[in-house]
């Protein structure tokens, strides 16, 4: 999911905003790691990941709000 997330903040036609919020998913997926890695809780987990898919859910669906956003 990070290099997604990479790939998608580096595309060549993102704009600034779009990169923005790819990079705030990034940022999100490390924490998640982050939380991960020190003490697994297999619902936390859960939590975090359905957050996760939300956010990229969200930006794949509305570029043009990320654009105003």
Known sequence: MF???KQM???ED????????????MGYIGQVINSLAKSFDEAKALDYLEKL???V???ER???K???A
Do not use: D, F, G, Y
Request: proline share 3%; charged share 35%.
């Open 53 to 55: 898919e939300r956010m």
């Open 66 to 68: 990320s654009e105003t």
């Open 9 to 11: 903040a580096v595309a």
């Open 14 to 25: 993102v704009n600034e905003r779009q990169a923005q919020h790819w990079i705030r998913i």
């Open 62 to 64: 509305n570029p043009k």
């Open 57 to 59: 859910r969200e930006a």
């Open 3 to 5: 290099e997604l997330a």
